[in-house]
């Protein structure tokens, strides 16, 4: 049994600290709010009343917060997790950040003498609840091969993609697609409705043919083909268009950076700040068809 830290206890770090809790691990969490404190406690964590509490006797800390500025705020600074821990603690953070952020911090890491990994994950809520989820890893060899057994309770498949921030590289470029796919597959059903083409036919045909994408076939946008798709439910997220846009924004600072053409990903972070700012922010991001067709 190790005594494993989390801070950052909401939709994603919830479930991922109570499946720790049930393989076996004291974990000591913190969370800034007080009901999802005592819900984790009630899943048999140990509530910690400030960050650097669950740095008591923890080896491993693991962080699931909203974003770059918040994990810059709990890791740096004088009364940061990186300056307060013991040197050698295995740290893990799950956020889903910008590259910058993640190699600002792993960088900190690195010189205070801790072992650090990016690891964003896939697979939402559900995921996390089930222990699915996919961990996509940045950061050094003995690192990712310390904290492996951990990911391994949290998730299904763990992909080491190379040296720090790579894991968030690898997060945005996915989601990116993501984004983008959901525009096309969405702008297609819109079109074949005009044309008098049921979407059950349109469905039949290319999820066979090459149009076939995870945005058709697992998570489809129109009610009817894929019985589990948010669409069943009126758009109830799943993945929130809010979660989209942020990851669309971050790939749109990326490219910025670095220098990539994106225009496709520029468009569709775009619409989905049109869409979230139309009040739409918390359905679920395949609801951008009923934006595209014009009633939503
Ligand atoms: P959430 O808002 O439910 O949880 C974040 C938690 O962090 C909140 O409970 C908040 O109180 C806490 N927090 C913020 N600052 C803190 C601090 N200084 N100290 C302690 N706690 C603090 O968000 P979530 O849905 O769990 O997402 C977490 C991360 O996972 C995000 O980066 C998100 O992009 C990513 N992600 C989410 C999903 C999803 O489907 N929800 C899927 C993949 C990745």
């Known amino acids: 049994m190790t005594t494993i830290g989390f801070i950052g206890l909401g939709n994603m770090g919830g479930p991922m600290a109570a499946n720790l809790v049930k393989a076996g691990h004291q974990v000591k969490g913190f969370d800034l709010s007080e009901a999802t404190l005592d819900q984790f406690a009630r899943a048999g964590g140990v ?112 992909v080491h993609a190379g040296a720090a921030g790579n894991g968030q590289a690898a997060k945005i470029c996915n989601n990116m697609i993501l984004g983008i796919s959901m525009i096309g597959v969405s702008e297609a059903f819109v079109l074949a409705e005009k044309l008098g083409l049921d979407a059950q036919s349109l469905f039949d045909i290319s999820s066979t043919a090459s149009g076939q994408c995870w945005s058709l076939t697992t998570y489809c946008p129109v009610p009817g083909p894929v019985p589990t798709s948010p669409a069943n439910r009126d758009y109830q997220a799943g993945f929130t268009a809010a979660m989209m846009w942020k990851d669309l924004k971050l790939a749109q600072e990326a490219a910025i950076a670095t220098g990539a053409a994106t225009p496709l990903g520029a468009e569709a972070s775009a619409l989905y700040g049109v869409y979230c700012n139309g009040g739409d922010a918390e359905t679920d991001f395949s609801g951008i068809v009923r934006f595209l067709r014009g009633d939503g």
């Open 47 to 158: 509530a910690a009343q400030n960050v650097n509490a669950v740095l008591d006797g923890a080896g491993v800390v693991i962080t699931m917060l909203p974003a770059g500025t918040h994990v810059k705020a709990v890791y740096l600074g004088d009364d940061g997790l990186l300056a307060q821990a013991q040197p050698g603690t295995l740290f893990i953070d799950s956020s889903t950040i910008d590259v910058e952020s993640a190699r600002i911090v792993a960088d900190a890491a690195t010189k205070g003498g801790m072992a650090m990994i990016d690891a964003p994950v896939s697979g939402g809520v559900g995921g996390a609840e089930a222990g699915s989820l996919t961990f996509m890893v940045g950061g050094p060899d003995d690192a990712f091969a310390a904290a492996k057994p951990y990911l391994e309770i949290m998730g299904k498949t763990i």
